[in-house]
């Protein structure tokens, strides 16, 4: 299977800074780019998708960004508030089933 | 519109007892997906339903784990007998078409720990 690499695994910043998580990927064929945000205890939430055909997409203060060529993705929260504080997964679509990375720990402070 | 419903949502048992999870996709999704995630990391793919079919079960372990989805709506995993590092929470997802590249939901999940 397909190894996606997630950096940092943990990130603390100030509330209204920005937070930026980036994730990289080897098979060229990925063509689907969704990131996920999971609180404590609760289920994974689709918050963003992207795919190869287009390179940037935003959602009020999440955007992601893709770079087919250097094979990685990000994801960028602008103007963070405490509920963005949870972990969030990159994933990608390899050998036709969805992959994840290992995660990101996002702390907000106030 | 109702999400993935899952239940039970914690169960503990001790190893070598045998264990279920039910699974009822959001309507009309025709993908249904099982995964398995260990504390700190991410979920891994068990088995992947296109309707009653079999799409991917090439990372179940077979030996002691099953699924099925006689009906092509609910779903339920059995791991037959459980193991310490069966440890985890086993989600379920589901998505509207038969690619992996549509959005997936998720449910809760069931968390299971083993004694």
């Known amino acids: 299977g397909e190894n996606v690499e997630q950096h940092p695994s943990t990130l603390s910043v100030q509330e209204g800074d920005s937070a930026v998580i980036k994730c990289t990927y080897s098979?060229?064929?990925?063509?689907?780019f969704p990131w996920y945000k999971q609180e404590l205890g609760k289920r994974p939430q689709l918050i963003i998708d992207?795919?190869?055909?287009?390179g940037e997409k935003k959602d009020q203060r999440i955007a992601v960004t893709l770079n087919k060529t250097a094979k990685h993705f990000s994801l960028h929260i602008t103007e963070t508030q405490p509920e963005d504080s949870a972990v969030y997964f990159c994933?990608?679509?390899?050998?036709?089933?969805?992959?994840f990375g290992a995660g990101t720990t996002v702390t907000v402070r106030a | 519109e109702a999400g993935v419903a899952q239940s039970p949502r914690y169960k503990i048992i001790e190893k070598r007892q045998s264990v279920a999870f039910w699974c009822n996709p959001i309507?009309?999704?025709?993908?249904l997906y099982w995964y398995q995630q260990i504390l700190g990391q991410g979920p891994k793919l068990l088995i992947q339903?296109?309707?009653?079919?079999?799409?991917?079960d090439s990372q179940l372990p077979k030996d002691r784990f099953s699924a099925e989805r006689l009906k092509g709506v609910d779903s339920t995993l059995k791991i037959q007998p459980a193991k310490l590092e069966d440890s985890a929470v086993y989600l379920c997802?589901?998505?509207?078409?038969?690619?992996?590249?549509?959005?997936?939901?998720f449910g809760d999940g069931t968390r299971l720990s083993i004694l």
């Open positions: 309507s009309g999704h025709a993908t």
């Open positions: 992207i795919r190869s055909n287009v």
């Open positions: 994933a990608l679509v390899d050998d036709y089933k969805l992959s």
């Open positions: 339903f296109q309707n009653n079919g079999v799409v991917d």
């Open positions: 997802a589901s998505s509207l078409g038969g690619y992996s590249n549509q959005p997936q939901h």
């Open positions: 098979d060229s064929a990925s063509n689907y």
